[in-house]
């Protein structure tokens, strides 16, 4: 039970902080979801930050891991919103960009992910 409290909380505040960081206006010319992209590549690379610092410290608390992983980076993150935004730009006729987002959301999302021990050696 103490977990899912753990997972609940975090969730809340990386809900919360996507919700506001979306809110941050940016100018878009296209129709590629620049806000999605960068909220789902900063949570790549933060969960990548935490599996390094992880693997540079094995005493660190399961319960943290969860709030920091699955919540706080699950509630950031969003394959729902993702999904979503790449399925509207089909339906509406931008299958170019949407082919450009969904390639570019794995493989950046990858390399952000592989980022925190190149930087943090």
């Known amino acids: 039970m103490l977990n899912c409290l753990v997972v609940g909380l975090g969730g809340f505040i990386g809900a919360v902080l996507r ?30 930050c935490i599996a390094f610092a992880v693997s540079k410290n094995e005493n660190i608390d399961p319960k943290l891991l969860l709030f920091l992983k699955v919540g706080i980076c699950g509630g950031f993150t969003t394959f729902s919103t993702f999904s979503f935004e790449t399925a509207e730009l089909i339906k509406g006729g931008s299958e ?26």
Do not use: D, E, Q
């Open 19 to 48: 919700y506001l960081i979306g809110l941050i206006p940016i100018k878009n010319p296209t129709s590629f979801p620049i806000n999605t992209f960068l909220i789902n590549i900063a949570g790549a690379f933060a969960i990548g």
């Open 96 to 121: 170019v960009t949407a082919v450009i987002y969904v390639v570019a959301s794995i493989a950046v999302g990858v390399l952000a992910v592989m980022l925190p021990p190149i930087i943090f050696k």
